[in-house]
């Protein structure tokens, strides 16, 4: 019923480097990167998914853009080897060890047990794992931005609607077109420099004009860098896509899909990692974490065949969104997060903001997949349907209009001519009213001889006292 997607931990690597350069002390706060890696795994849990995170390792070619580090161990202020109680104490050294993925994919890691997601290795590159492991059969579908899953041969690639989505499929029209991985391949056995440059020709014009308009777009830059580098294409690179390196126990992935959401422990984490402190914090933390644990509790409660609908309050409404069906659930958070808000300790410097600490046992409505809360709390759905079937019936269904009865005009119906009020108005004759003169009245510039006696008495007193040489 649910649908499993292999994720590529590309988000590591596009948090690192929009933030390169960014102001630490103004932008990101401690362990941002971590952070936003946080918000990115709760996403699709709340969609319903499964999902099954897989990692780069350390025999991703350099060639390639390794960024796979050599020893993973996090920063000192992350161990214990030194206590850190806010991120103003962090010093310049401990911000910069936050930006590198020998500390980042630790905690990673480690989040990724504290909300009981599963997660993989790969020998080599992830998205050569991903695609392997979706040609078999074993999930439905890759969710990444990286353009490679298409040549190592994913045949469903979701990806985000961002602008890079232009990028993957391009990828895939090209790959199509010139059916990468034959065509090359058999270039490269015969070892034939002139078939290898005549592919390396039409590819660049298929990209500079576009004929048939196969692509998207015509990509004249492109075309011409592929056009002036004389080592494209390169055997090395063109071998690590044609024959990636990837696990051989794919047809039986260990993948434990019932593991329970580790509240105690993920709270912790947030606390020391994200500084997440104090009663306000810890309110934002089952408040974000709500959503992601009903639609994992639903999904378990589906896939054990039981019934979830105690954890449902009411079904309110229903919308379609994209073409997805979703249902407005009330349920309270305290079901799905039991965390006691109250045990953390007050702090007194966030002032008012601690009088509205978010109280986890009063409900909140939030949109689902209709289908998931079918599938997880069937009970509750089928009750919803039944009261929304009946108000459907009990709705009393307007009469037809009678196409023989004489149609209403717009406004007030007009009295007849014959009427006695008609006649009686009729033999009095009445005069229309003057018409008011239009505008401002004009203003008479001269003033009455009282104010003109006025003012000559006041010059001639001021002559005098002021002497006919003036004042100074």
């Given at each position: ?18 933030t390169?350069?960014?102001d ?7 362990n ?18 499964e999902?099954?995170?897989v ?12 960024a ?6 996090p ?12 991120e103003?104490e962090?010093?310049?050294e ?7 993925l020998s500390h ?6 480690t ?14 590159e ?8 979706e040609?078999?059969g ?9 353009g ?5 041969g ?14 993957a ?12 991985g ?6 490269f ?5 002139a ?9 660049v ?5 576009n004929?048939?308009?196969k ?5 004249p830059?492109l075309?011409?860098?592929i ?6 294409p ?15 126990d794919l ?16 709270r ?18 089952v ?6 644990a009903?639609?994992?509790a ?7 065949r039981t ?7 009411t ?6 969104e994209?073409?997805?069906k ?21 702090n007194s ?6 009088k ?24 509750a ?6 009261k ?6 009990g709705t009393?269904?307007?009469?037809p ?22 006649q009686?108005s ?21 003033l ?7 003012f ?12 006919s040489?003036?004042?100074?």
């Amino acid at each position: 019923m649910s649908m499993s997607f292999l994720d590529t931990p590309l988000p590591l690597l596009e948090f690192k480097a929009v933030t390169s350069g960014a102001d630490e002390e103004k932008w990101g706060g401690m362990n941002h990167i971590v952070r936003d890696f946080y918000f990115h795994v709760g996403h699709l849990p709340a969609a319903g998914v499964e999902r099954i995170l897989v990692f780069d390792g350390p025999g991703k070619p350099r060639e390639k853009g390794s960024a796979h580090p050599a020893a993973l161990r996090p920063c000192a202020h992350a161990t214990g080897e030194r206590d850190v109680v806010g991120e103003n104490e962090r010093t310049e050294e401990d911000k910069k060890c936050e930006r590198e993925l020998s500390h980042i994919i630790p905690l990673c890691r480690t989040l990724l047990d504290c909300m009981g997601l599963p997660y993989r290795d790969a020998p080599a590159e992830a998205e050569a794992e991903c695609a392997a492991m979706e040609r078999l059969g074993i999930f439905d579908a890759v969710l990444t931005r990286d353009g490679d899953a298409f040549v190592f041969g994913s045949r469903r690639v979701l990806q985000k609607m961002t602008a890079e989505k232009k990028v993957a499929r391009t990828a895939i029209q090209l790959s199509r077109h010139f059916h990468f991985g034959s065509k090359l391949k058999a270039v490269f056995a015969r070892n034939d420099p002139a078939a290898v440059k005549e592919w390396k020709s039409r590819l660049v014009h298929t990209l500079r004009e576009n004929p048939g308009a196969k692509l998207s777009h015509q990509f004249p830059s492109l075309a011409t860098t592929i056009e002036n580098n004389p080592n494209f294409p390169s055997r090395t690179i063109v071998n690590y896509y044609l024959n990636p390196k990837v696990s051989t126990d794919l047809n039986v992935p260990h993948i434990d899909w019932t593991r329970k959401l580790q509240i105690q422990d993920l709270r912790k984490f947030t606390r020391t990692f994200f500084n997440w402190r104090y009663q306000l914090f810890a309110g934002k933390f089952v408040r974000l974490l709500a959503l992601p644990a009903l639609s994992r509790a639903l999904l378990l409660h589906g896939n054990e065949r039981t019934d979830g609908s105690a954890l449902i309050e009411t079904i309110t409404r229903s919308k379609e969104e994209d073409g997805v069906k979703q249902v407005r659930v009330a349920f309270i958070p305290a079901n799905v997060v039991p965390f006691d808000i109250a045990g953390e300790p007050e702090n007194s410097h966030f002032g008012g903001n601690v009088k509205n600490l978010f109280d986890s046992s009063l409900p909140v409505t939030e949109w689902v997949p209709s289908w998931l809360v079918e599938y997880g709390a069937p009970e509750a759905f089928h009750r919803w349907q039944e009261k929304e079937e009946s108000k459907t019936k009990g709705t009393k269904r307007k009469t037809p209009p009678d196409d023989n009865a004489p149609r209403r005009g717009p406004g007030r119906p007009q009295k007849s001519e014959t009427s006695p009020q008609k006649q009686s108005s009729a033999s009095v004759t009445v005069e229309p009213a003057p018409k008011r003169p239009r505008g401002r009245p004009r203003k008479d510039n001269s003033l009455p001889q009282q104010k003109q006696n006025t003012f000559i008495a006041i010059s001639s007193l001021w002559y005098i006292l002021l002497g006919s040489e003036g004042w100074w």
